[in-house]
C-alpha cells in the first residue's frame, strides 16, 4: 500500500487520521454561510473541507413520476422528488472558485465530490488537489475513469457497493491511470445506525485492495468514527456544520463546531494510542513502579534468622523482589543484618533451588 499526499499532506499507514469536513447542503444556498462554515472548520483543525459539484439537472431529471419520489417514511427527505431535493442542496458552482480561495488562504485543503464529467473538468479548471466518489456515484463507472485519469488523488466511497462492484471500481480506477486511491467504508443511510457500520470490513478492504482505508461516518457522534481508527482507518469523513438548530437537508446527523473539533482531538489520540505489539513499561511508566508490589522487610532482622511471614510482606512499592519469590524465600535464612523497610539483597535468589 502506497501513502500518497493531498497538497502537502500524507495520508495512509503512519500518518494521522486525516479529518474531512462535509460542507454539503449545509449551506443552505448561502455563500456567506458556506464561507463560515470553512473558517469554522479550519478553526476546529479539520485537514480538509469537501463539497458536492452537481446541478439538479446534472444528477437527475426533473420528474414527478413515482419512480422520482423519495417515498420511504424513515427518510429525512421523504416527499422530496429527487431534482427538488438536489435543486435545494447543490452547491452554486460560481461559489466554487471563492470556496477554494478561502480554504487555501485559511491552510485547508478543499477539494469536491464529482457527479459527472462536466463537474471533473470545472474542478480540473480549479486545479482541484483530489476526487471523491460518493457511494451513490461508485457504480458510475465511466465517472471513476474520468476521475482517475487525472492521475490525482481518487477517494471512493464504497456504500451499497458489493464486493464484486468494488472489485469492478478498484480495477477501473487503477485501469484509467489512479495510482493514489482510497476506499471510505460508508453506511448509506442518514442518519446511520451504528449497528450497521460493520467496521470490522475496514481491515478486509485494506488486505485485499492495498489502498488506504477510511470511514465515511453518517452516524450521529463521534464514537464511531474513532473506533473504525483502530482497525486501520486513515481517513474519516464527517458532515459538518455550525449548528444543527439551523435546520438544513444534513444538519440532523451532521456535527456541529464543538463536536467536531472533539473528532479532531479523539481521532489523534486514538491513531497516537494504537503504539506497537509491546508489553512490560514503558520509559514514562518507569515512575509508577512505585506503585507496584515487591518484597520488603517488614520487621528488623539479624543475620542468620529465618524469613518468615512476620518480618517479609509483599507491599508497595515495587523496588524489590518480585512476589513470585515469597513462598520460597519463606524459611531462608538472612545473609545480613536488615531494617524495617528495607529492600531484600538479589542474591538471596541463588539459594532458591
Known amino acids: 500500500m502506497n501513502n500518497f499526499k493531498i497538497n502537502k499532506t500524507f495520508l ?3 500518518c494521522k487520521p486525516y479529518i474531512i469536513a462535509e460542507m454539503s447542503g449545509n449551506h443552505n444556498q448561502s455563500i456567506n454561510k458556506a464561507i463560515k462554515i470553512i473558517n469554522a472548520a479550519a478553526k476546529c483543525g479539520a485537514n480538509a473541507i469537501k463539497i458536492q459539484t452537481y446541478t439538479p439537472n446534472t444528477i437527475t431529471l ?9 417515498k420511504s417514511k424513515n427518510s429525512l427527505w421523504s416527499g422530496y422528488t429527487l431534482h427538488d431535493l438536489y435543486n435545494k442542496a447543490y452547491t452554486n458552482w460560481d461559489w466554487i472558485s ?10 485547508i485543503d478543499c477539494f469536491s465530490s464529482v457527479f459527472d464529467e462536466t463537474s471533473v473538468d470545472f ?5 482541484t488537489p483530489a476526487y471523491k466518489i460518493a457511494s451513490f456515484e461508485n457504480n458510475h463507472i465511466p465517472l471513476i475513469r474520468k476521475a482517475a485519469s487525472t492521475k490525482k488523488p481518487l477517494i471512493i466511497s464504497t456504500g451499497l457497493a458489493t464486493q464484486i462492484e468494488i472489485d469492478e471500481v478498484v480495477e477501473n480506477a487503477r485501469q484509467a491511470g489512479c495510482k493514489k486511491l482510497a476506499l471510505l467504508k460508508c453506511t448509506s443511510d442518514y442518519p446511520a445506525n451504528p449497528r450497521d457500520s460493520n467496521l470490522l470490513s475496514i481491515p478486509f478492504i485494506k488486505k485485499k485492495y492495498k ?10 457522534g463521534i ?13 474519516i469523513e464527517k458532515h459538518f456544520t455550525l449548528k444543527r438548530q439551523n435546520k ?11 463536536e467536531f473539533e472533539s473528532l479532531v482531538i479523539e481521532s489523534e489520540r486514538a491513531y497516537l494510542s494504537l503504539g506497537i505489539e509491546k508489553f512490560g513499561s514503558s520509559k514514562r511508566e518507569k515512575k509508577s513502579l512505585q506503585f507496584r508490589r515487591s518484597i520488603y522487610i517488614s520487621q528488623n532482622i539479624k543475620k542468620g534468622e529465618t524469613f518468615t511471614n512476620k518480618n517479609i510482606q509483599i507491599i508497595r512499592p515495587g523496588y524489590s523482589i518480585h512476589p513470585r519469590y515469597y513462598d520460597k524465600i519463606i524459611g531462608l535464612r538472612s545473609d545480613k543484618n536488615y531494617e524495617t523497610g528495607e529492600r531484600i539483597n538479589k542474591s538471596i535468589l541463588s539459594k532458591i533451588k
Open 123 to 127: 474542478l480540473e479548471n480549479l486545479n
Open 211 to 220: 489502498t488506504i482505508v477510511g470511514l465515511s461516518d453518517h452516524t450521529k
Open 12 to 14: 495512509g499507514d503512519k
Open 62 to 70: 426533473k420528474s414527478a413520476k413515482k419512480d422520482f419520489v423519495i
Open 223 to 235: 464514537g464511531t468514527a474513532i473506533a473504525s481508527i483502530s482497525l486501520g482507518s486513515s481517513i
Open 98 to 107: 471563492e470556496i477554494y480561495k478561502q480554504s487555501n488562504k485559511l491552510g
Open 248 to 258: 438544513s437537508l444534513d444538519s440532523e446527523f451532521s456535527l456541529n463546531e464543538k
